[in-house]
């Protein structure tokens, strides 16, 4: 496969999504959401950022499956650390002994 | 016959060809594998860190609450701008070898490490300003060991700790071993990273890359990117979430 040059208008697209992004998470940090909102808010606001930055900075839009595969399987991996560890700690209390 | 050979036949082969690869596209595609692999490494190593975050800031969410609002939001936020804008050069630099624009390239490097650098600056700042209020964790400096001033109700005195209901300084001490290992991991990052733009400005600057041979400058930019990323998820996290108490915990 040949390589992809990405342009820089594409570059600057997404430079200028990232800074409306940062902007945008500070404001919403301000605001009392109900809940866990504000969390949500703002991971939802940086797992966006932190996808446009792999995808075009990272060239990974353009790049092969394999380099997917090997992004995948860390997001898979992160995936059961988190969800093992956490429904340990998450399960800890739901049984007190007698 | 193989492509790759029928490849090898066709062109003379670049000095920068290793000779254990067939040409420059599968040698370019191995380099990119292989960082990718190295940055599986990072993401995992860094998830450890992000995992201990998640599991004290639901166990202590008072002491996080009250811990992250000492720190300073200004100075995070234009920190995140200085490294989306070095992130911005470090592509254009990518794209300026690409097309065989070396004096972009350069300009595009030294902007960068101009802006990791003030990056790094910026947090020293930041540091400083936690050393004055007693706010390095156990005895990491010994002659300065933890030992932040408590405000009282109606103090509004921003270098002293306003503790909310239900923190202990005890547990706000945990939140500053979680940010400054976090931080400080980050920090090594970006020297290490600045380490390479060196080297990759010196082989600039002696014309080594070409629209035929750039991956070094591809490879360098990965990991640089990936640096911002961690970024990206601190910033919130450290500096933002903390502003809220939620009904858990």
Redesign the interface.
């Given at each position: 496969?040949?390589?992809h040059?990405?342009?820089?208008r594409v570059?600057?697209m997404?430079?200028l999504a990232?800074?409306a992004g940062?902007g945008l998470?500070?404001v919403a940090?301000?605001y009392?959401?109900p809940?866990?909102l504000?969390?949500v808010v703002?991971?939802t606001?940086?797992v966006i950022?932190?996808t446009l930055?792999?995808l075009?900075?990272?060239?990974v839009r353009y790049?092969?499956r394999?380099?997917w595969l090997?992004?995948g399987?860390?997001i898979f991996?992160?995936a059961i650390?988190?969800a093992l560890?956490?429904s340990d700690?998450w399960t800890r209390t739901w049984f007190v002994p007698m | 016959m193989p492509e790759g050979l029928a490849a090898t036949h066709d062109h003379p082969s670049h000095p920068a060809l290793q000779h254990h690869f067939e040409n420059m596209e599968q040698q370019r595609e191995a380099g990119t594998l292989g960082m990718w692999v190295f940055l599986v490494t990072e993401i995992m190593f860094f998830g450890g860190m992000f995992l201990a975050y998640t599991l004290y800031r639901f166990e202590y969410p008072a002491a996080f609450v009250s811990a992250s609002n000492h720190l300073d939001i200004k100075l995070g936020a234009i920190n995140t701008a200085v490294l989306i804008v070095s992130s911005f050069t470090m592509a254009t630099a990518v794209y300026s070898t690409q097309v065989g624009r070396q004096r972009t390239t350069i300009i595009c490097l030294i902007l960068t490490m101009i802006l990791g650098a003030t990056f790094l600056g910026i947090k020293g700042i930041e540091y400083h300003d936690k050393y004055n209020d007693h706010l390095i964790p156990g005895q990491l400096i010994p002659s300065r060991p933890f030992a932040p001033e408590v405000a009282k109700p109606g103090d509004t005195d921003p270098h002293k700790l306003h503790l909310i209901e239900g923190a202990t300084v005890q547990n706000v001490q945990l939140f500053y071993w979680i940010y400054f290992a976090m931080t400080g991991m980050h920090a090594l990052h970006m020297i290490i990273g600045l380490g390479i733009m060196t080297v990759i400005l010196i082989m600039a600057w002696r014309g080594k890359f070409s629209p035929e041979y750039h991956a070094p400058v591809e490879i360098s930019g990965l990991y640089w990117h990936f640096v911002d990323i961690i970024w990206i998820f601190l910033f919130p996290l450290l500096y933002l979430l903390g502003r809220h108490l939620e009904g858990h915990g």
């Amino acid at each position: 496969m040949s390589e992809h040059i990405v342009q820089p208008r594409v570059y600057l697209m997404i430079f200028l999504a990232l800074m409306a992004g940062t902007g945008l998470t500070v404001v919403a940090a301000f605001y009392d959401f109900p809940g866990p909102l504000n969390a949500v808010v703002a991971l939802t606001i940086a797992v966006i950022k932190a996808t446009l930055v792999v995808l075009y900075f990272m060239h990974v839009r353009y790049s092969g499956r394999l380099i997917w595969l090997v992004i995948g399987s860390a997001i898979f991996w992160l995936a059961i650390m988190f969800a093992l560890t956490i429904s340990d700690y998450w399960t800890r209390t739901w049984f007190v002994p007698m | 016959m193989p492509e790759g050979l029928a490849a090898t036949h066709d062109h003379p082969s670049h000095p920068a060809l290793q000779h254990h690869f067939e040409n420059m596209e599968q040698q370019r595609e191995a380099g990119t594998l292989g960082m990718w692999v190295f940055l599986v490494t990072e993401i995992m190593f860094f998830g450890g860190m992000f995992l201990a975050y998640t599991l004290y800031r639901f166990e202590y969410p008072a002491a996080f609450v009250s811990a992250s609002n000492h720190l300073d939001i200004k100075l995070g936020a234009i920190n995140t701008a200085v490294l989306i804008v070095s992130s911005f050069t470090m592509a254009t630099a990518v794209y300026s070898t690409q097309v065989g624009r070396q004096r972009t390239t350069i300009i595009c490097l030294i902007l960068t490490m101009i802006l990791g650098a003030t990056f790094l600056g910026i947090k020293g700042i930041e540091y400083h300003d936690k050393y004055n209020d007693h706010l390095i964790p156990g005895q990491l400096i010994p002659s300065r060991p933890f030992a932040p001033e408590v405000a009282k109700p109606g103090d509004t005195d921003p270098h002293k700790l306003h503790l909310i209901e239900g923190a202990t300084v005890q547990n706000v001490q945990l939140f500053y071993w979680i940010y400054f290992a976090m931080t400080g991991m980050h920090a090594l990052h970006m020297i290490i990273g600045l380490g390479i733009m060196t080297v990759i400005l010196i082989m600039a600057w002696r014309g080594k890359f070409s629209p035929e041979y750039h991956a070094p400058v591809e490879i360098s930019g990965l990991y640089w990117h990936f640096v911002d990323i961690i970024w990206i998820f601190l910033f919130p996290l450290l500096y933002l979430l903390g502003r809220h108490l939620e009904g858990h915990g």
